[in-house]
């Protein structure tokens, strides 16, 4: 069963994103800051991570930065506001996929696999 770490600062959001994934195999674990992330990431492996960049502290982008710097080699899904003009800066700190927000649940789907297949 492939494991998804979520760093989504809002919890109803984050909520609905397990429900999805966990209804389709996965298991998932959701962190609300940058700092619970890593922490996770010190203690378990994760298949794949899905990375709220828009979030008020700015803890999705610093997340993303740090990831990078460390070369963390789990996929990363990152999520942005349809208005972004930053998809190629997530991209350039290691994002594989990013998706203009809101993200429904077909595209969340299909980037989970898609990340397992880029992985």
């Known amino acids: 069963m492939p494991h998804m770490l979520i760093l989504e600062s809002y919890l109803p959001t984050g909520q609905a994103f397990e429900v999805i994934l966990k ?4 298991d998932v674990t959701l962190s609300l ?3 619970e992330t890593l922490e996770a990431l010190q203690h378990h492996s994760y298949d794949a991570l899905l ?3 828009d979030m008020a502290a700015g803890d999705g982008w610093r997340l993303l930065q740090t990831l990078h710097l460390t070369h963390h080699a789990a996929p990363i899904i990152a999520m942005l506001g349809q208005e972004s003009d930053q998809q190629q800066r ?3 700190l290691g994002a594989r996929i990013v998706l ?3 993200v429904g649940r077909k595209r969340l789907l299909t980037s989970a696999i898609a990340a397992l297949d880029k992985a």
Not at 23 to 26: F, Q
């Open 23 to 26: 209804r389709e195999g996965w």
């Open 33 to 35: 800051t940058a700092q």
């Open 51 to 53: 990375v709220d960049l």
């Open 90 to 92: 997530a991209h350039a």
């Open 100 to 102: 203009p927000k809101p």
